[in-house]
């Protein structure tokens, strides 16, 4: 039997593409469903490796499957060994969190690993980086996170947004894929070399560039 990456689904079914969902990601994924209900029994789980090393965590959205409380250092010194070379886990100046690299073809996955990067980036058609929602803040682990070789992954005139931080997104490799159409527009409102804007950039009309002042604006 073939033996395929694992991924532990926190909280809720899928609700949209069931097609998509049991024909491509089921023939790639074994998944399993996390039968805690609580942070103490789901520490429990992970230190006995209940559901073994499992590649990806699997949660559709903020209302559900988060029972575990806070991802803090406590909950991911305990993920597999795999989240170490992989994005995750991703530090900030303040303290430990797991990150998210998603897609939302069936509702949201949470967290990944390499091999779950590989099958989800080439399926997409857009990405779109935010702090508080797909991707934490600058550190060593994120920084040219979205590089050549992920960008090259994606759907031939893919989108691609950031109000992430600057640094996130490789701005030559953008530059790149822009110039040769594999990507056919971006929006930045963060910059490489903040406060310096990229001048190719700011020449291309199919890139929109912002200052990421949002909160000072009157209306």
């Known amino acids: 039997m073939e033996n395929k990456p694992i991924v532990l689904h926190l909280g809720d079914a899928i609700k949209y593409n069931h097609a998509f969902y049991n024909d491509e990601f089921l023939a790639r994924f074994n998944v399993i469903q996390a039968t805690e209900t609580d942070r103490e029994g789901f520490i429990e789980a992970l230190k006995s490796k209940k559901y073994g090393d499992f590649s990806a965590l699997l949660r559709l959205h903020f209302q559900t499957g988060g029972f575990m409380g806070q991802w ?103 530059i790149h894929v822009l110039e040769i159409g594999h990507i056919s527009a971006a929006a930045l409102d963060v910059h490489y070399n903040k406060p310096q804007v990229s001048p190719k950039l700011a020449s291309m009309d199919n890139v929109t560039l912002t200052t990421h002042i949002g909160e000072s604006i009157l209306n």
Request: hydrophobic content about 40%; proline content about 7%.
């Open 72 to 174: 803090d250092s406590e909950l991911i010194s305990l993920l597999p060994k795999v989240y170490e070379s992989s994005l995750l886990p991703v530090r900030d100046s303040t303290r430990p969190t797991l990150t998210s690299l998603a897609s939302t073809k069936f509702g949201m996955p949470t967290a990944q690993g390499p091999q779950m990067r590989q099958f989800l980036i080439p399926r997409w058609s857009a990405i779109a980086l935010h702090p508080t929602h797909l991707l934490t803040s600058l550190n060593k682990h994120t920084q040219d996170l979205i590089d050549a070789k992920a960008l090259s992954l994606m759907k031939s005139g893919s989108r691609i947004v950031n109000t992430a931080r600057g640094r996130i997104l490789n701005e030559d490799a953008l």
